[in-house]
């Protein structure tokens, strides 16, 4: 039997791919209900996802689970716009033609922001980029005013302070991941949600690990794991579970955290790992802003990473008829911005609205909350793809599949799920994790 920590679509899906090999599997899971980051709530009335989530074309995984779960017709593909407010201006930001008639760059800029994003895209050596400094990688291609006027507001908006340290790898996935929504030609983004939102996967996720027997253990914080060779004990809040094997698929300081018996190099690779939390508001708006999905903000004055309005891509009948807008706020656990009241950020995301579309005001909002969440992604130092959390660790019976041995990624569904099919696949060709599968079991929890 094996025990899968954290029920985010990466524990879920490690327990369905356990399950359908025929292993009987135990999630364990502190909050009520599973999904993680993907996990829906309630706003106004309607019920949606707690942070914004959209599937692209190139989301292969993704797209193959909804499949696998029965719900692939609940996929719904709609060109989206994208939007970049500069200088105090409102500009379309998704077609060539959008390029080209954008007055804040010279002719030059333009063709040197092009190849940039091509550059990112199409070639593929990302190792060589992993120890080049992300400015110094976007100097050299896009040049100092396209850094100053276009890169580095957005790279701030996302990592704040700390963005010069981030590696050019991370600027090149994230490039390789927005342009795998892009259609050919001039159709600018194509976007897709899942009729209902997360909730709909998650149903139908948690419906078919109830069909397979995998067991979900909600709302039980797990406090410590512990090996031997004969077994691994999962202590709860006040219960403790013994299995053959137990796989983390929280964040690394929860690993670390957790597992008192992993070597002092193994903590040490887990601690290099500074995560980056987020702090997210959610408004209903009762006033059109506009088509764009993304609105991305190059503009140190405007304390969010970007706008993301949901109405632009999902059914404004499924929202109430109303626009759902986020503003996210993407920080370090400790930051101050972190630690602001739910009210300061719905006033200061109201004020910024209110600067980016003309019109706009306080009033228009019909209801706001604030979703936090303290570890979502590892940033992107230089080198940090070489030297990722191990699969398997030191402790006997104990692996790794969290988010963080993403190597050149930015933080997505679709990879994830890549994340623990590779981390799967490494585990199996490994003898000393196999024989832990025919292990006397243990099972049962007193
Ligand atoms: C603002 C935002 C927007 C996003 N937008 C998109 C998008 O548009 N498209 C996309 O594909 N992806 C998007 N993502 C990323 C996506 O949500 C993640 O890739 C995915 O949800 C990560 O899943 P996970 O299982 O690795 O981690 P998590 O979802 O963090 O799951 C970890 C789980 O472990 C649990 N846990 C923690 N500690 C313990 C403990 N001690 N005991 C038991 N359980 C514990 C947690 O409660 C949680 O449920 C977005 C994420 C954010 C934050």
Redesign the pocket.
């Known amino acids: 039997m094996t025990i899968v ?8 899906v490690t327990a369905l791919r356990l399950a359908q090999r025929g292993e009987r599997v135990i999630v ?4 009520s209900a ?6 829906p709530w309630e706003i106004g009335g309607i019920h949606w996802d707690r ?6 074309g190139s ?1 292969h995984d ?1 797209v193959a689970l909804l499949d696998e779960i029965g719900i692939a017709d609940r996929l719904v593909m709609r060109s989206v716009k994208t939007n970049l407010y500069v200088e105090g201006k409102l500009y379309p930001f998704s077609t060539p033609f959008d390029l080209l008639s954008f007055p804040e760059l010279t002719p030059v800029d333009k063709i040197r922001l092009v190849a940039t994003i091509a550059h990112a895209r199409y070639t593929k050596n990302d190792d060589a980029y992993e120890w080049e400094g992300v400015l110094q990688y976007l100097t050299r291609w896009s040049g100092t005013r396209n850094v100053d006027r276009i890169w580095r507001p957005l790279l701030r908006a996302k990592l704040g302070e700390h963005h010069a340290n981030a590696s050019a790898a991370f600027i090149r996935a994230t490039i390789k991941r927005l342009q795998g929504a892009r259609r050919n030609g001039v159709g600018g983004e194509c976007y897709g949600y899942v009729r209902g939102g997360y909730a709909t996967v998650l149903q139908a996720l948690e419906r078919t690990l109830h069909d397979r027997g995998v067991e979900l253990v909600l709302g ?4 410590e794991v512990a090996a031997s060779e004969h077994h691994v004990r999962v202590t709860l809040d006040e219960r403790e579970i013994e299995a053959d094997r137990a796989i983390l ?3 690394s300081p ?1 690993c670390a955290a ?1 597992a008192p018996q992993l070597s002092p190099s193994e903590r040490r690779v887990l601690a290099q790992d500074r995560y980056f939390g ?1 702090a ?1 508001v959610s408004l209903l708006v009762n006033r059109r802003l506009g088509d764009a999905y993304v609105t991305n903000v190059a503009d140190a004055a405007f304390p969010f990473t970007g706008i993301i309005n949901m109405s632009a891509l999902v059914d404004r009948r499924d929202l109430g008829g109303y626009d759902l807008v ?1 503003l ?1 706020k993407y920080a370090p656990p400790e930051d101050q911005t972190m630690t602001l009241s739910d009210d300061v950020l719905v006033s200061q995301a109201a004020r910024g609205l209110s600067r980016v579309f003309t019109g706009f005001n306080e009033a228009d909002v019909v209801a706001a909350r604030v979703a936090r ?1 303290p ?2 992604f590892p940033f992107p130092r230089l080198g940090r793809a070489q030297s990722l959390p191990p699969a398997r660790t030191s402790v006997p019976r104990l692996a790794i599949l ?2 963080a041995r993403l190597r050149y990624a930015t ?6 799920i890549g ?1 623990v099919d590779e981390g799967l696949a490494e585990l199996d060709s490994d003898p000393a994790w196999r024989c832990t599968r025919e292990s006397r079991a243990l099972a049962g929890s007193r």
Do not use: K, Q
């Open positions: 920590i954290g029920a985010g679509i990466a524990g879920l364990v899971e502190s909050e599973v999904g993680g980051l993907t996990r942070f914004y989530h959209v599937v692209l989301d993704t039980r914080r797990v406090c698929t929280v964040p929860v957790i987020v997210c986020y996210p969440a570890y979502v969290n988010n933080l997505n569904v679709s990879d994830t994340v």
